[in-house]
């Protein structure tokens, strides 16, 4: 007998265009497609060619329509702005804001197609002007808060915006961190000029808008004519999202407007297990990945109520920040990073603060954005008493490539891994010469083409790139860049990246881009930057430096000068702040650094001596190095 997730997997994989056909029928078109699945353009696969929708009606006006004006669509919860904010959006009211947001977009002269930028901190007017752009046909590329002014100048001048939204400031939990002075500076590093931005005053921040070129939000919102939705073929981009590469040059994610739809609106129950109506927390940012398929599109899309939360898990005020929410909003089911829950482990760890909240409406807590180490899965399990669900996705695919799927068949959890391919994954782990490996080896996990709907079709303005990152190396799959097994009962194990990125707090970083920075310090010979463990964020970046001969400076200058320079040209969300001078690399023969090698001391873990290395004693160095950073590893 076969279950129902079986069942659905293999319909997905057998007969892609009957399964996405029949799922897309969730979603509203104003032309229905002609296509489900385009593959005329191979590598390049389109969905539902020649459908056109407007991502906005599906996730707002459709709803009202159909009777859910009065119910709470999005309800923000702040913590940390004075003595606390709560405010209900119903659906009426947040089509009634965004509506007019999109007058405001347009009156500024965005029209379908132009990009807008987004850089807010988690107030609501961050989603309402995402999805007054998706009502536009305009494409949002939201840029996350804790990023410097170079990284977003970068945004700028990929993206070309004609608006960029944003605020006077964000707040970490108890300091204000004013964005105009790093907009200002962000559009003087750019080569493109943005013909408008839109400001929200925020009353913790005044800021001084620039004439001629700033609009204040609330007095922009007061004469604004509402905007109707404007159409889009389902192949039309909905927005761009930056994401980490090898390089400092980050990848423009590509979303499409119909099959994200499609997709997104299907996993809410399919994954989540959420009908329309529930209360869905997606404890994020709306920068990141998971804050807009999870905070905004997904909930919405299917009628859900979404909370959106200016907090932490800790520090606002405290570690039963988390149980708060999920009691006063009665949340059934809760989506963050195992991070955050590391973080409340750390400062509550019998979980006192739970026993002041009634959590008698939660269900299911999904954690993603890294793996859920088994000591966090066991400690949620033990105290909260639902399902701990990890789930394993990436920016690029929008949505879970593997998880235990909560609306299909429930599976027994297995410490350690995100359980199995989601129906629409062919997922298979390859070895270097793209066969397949035998069950339980570790090898490139990839996914067979097509991707399903809601995944990247390209980079933005980068075809050539898109394929050469994911596409060339295993033909006819999708590369993950990450490494790990099957088992025996088809559950996959996610090990390590195979590239560069590391992941810190659940944050996507490239240590190619520190590495650049640190380059670029004048007394710096070379450098190599690694993601070392580390018990609250996972992982943590450490820089190793070498310095150009005839370098006299103090060392610790030094490390304080490169530690200022990443969080300038980066920002604080790097958390780059260990770093040592040490006087050579460890390389090979022919001249490679040995990351692998230097991880392992760091991490603490045996490893071989390499046989092609240079000089043995320069490891010796590397460890001393560790100590002297704080990092002591006894070699074992
Ligand atoms: N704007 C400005 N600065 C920001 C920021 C933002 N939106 N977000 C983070 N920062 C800053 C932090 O204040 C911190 O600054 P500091 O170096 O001056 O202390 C720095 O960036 C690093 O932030 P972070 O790595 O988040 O560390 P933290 O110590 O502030 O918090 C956690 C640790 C675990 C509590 C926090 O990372 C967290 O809640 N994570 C949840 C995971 C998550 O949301 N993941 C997203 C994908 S699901
Ligand atoms: P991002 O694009 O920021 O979502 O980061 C994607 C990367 O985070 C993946 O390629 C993985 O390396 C890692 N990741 C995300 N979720 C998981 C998970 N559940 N288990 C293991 N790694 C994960």
Redesign the pocket.
Known sequence: MTDLYSETHSRSLNDPEGFWGEVAEGISWSKKWDKVLDSSGAPFYRWFTGGELNTCYNALDRHVEGGRGDQAALIYDSPVTGGGTVKTYSYSQLLDEVATFAGVLAAAGVAKGDRVIIYM??VPEAAIAMLACARLGAIHSVV???FAANELAVRIDDAKPTAIVSATC?I??N?V?EYLPLLNEAIDLASHKPDACIILKRPEADGSLQEGRDIDWAEAMKTATPHDCVPVAATDPLYILYTSGTTGEPKGVVRDNGGHAVALNWTMKAVYGMEPGDVFW????V??V??HSYIVYAPLLNGCTTILYEG????TPDPGAFWRVISEHKVRAM???P??F??IKRDDPNAELLKKYDLSAFETLFL??ERTDPDTLHWAEDHLGVPVIDHWWQTETGWAIASNCMGLTQFPVKPGSPTKAVPGWDVQVLDDDCNPVATGDIGAICCKLPLPPGTLPTLWNADERYKQAYLEEYPGFYKTADAGYIDEEGYLYIMARTDDIIN????RLSTGGMEEVLASHPDVAECAVLGVADD??GQLPVGFLVLKSGVERNDADIVKEVVAMV?EKI?????F?LAAVIQRLPKTRSGKILRGTIQKIADNEDYKMPATIDDPAILDEIETALERIGLARARK
């Open positions: 901190p988690m996350f808060g804790g964000g970490e939990i300091r961190i997606s404890a994020s940012d920068g990141w998971v804050g932490k898990p800790v520090g989506f963050t990073a991070t955050a590391r973080a993603a954005g810190v707090a659940g944050h609250l964020k969080r920002g604080p969300v790097a958390a702040k």
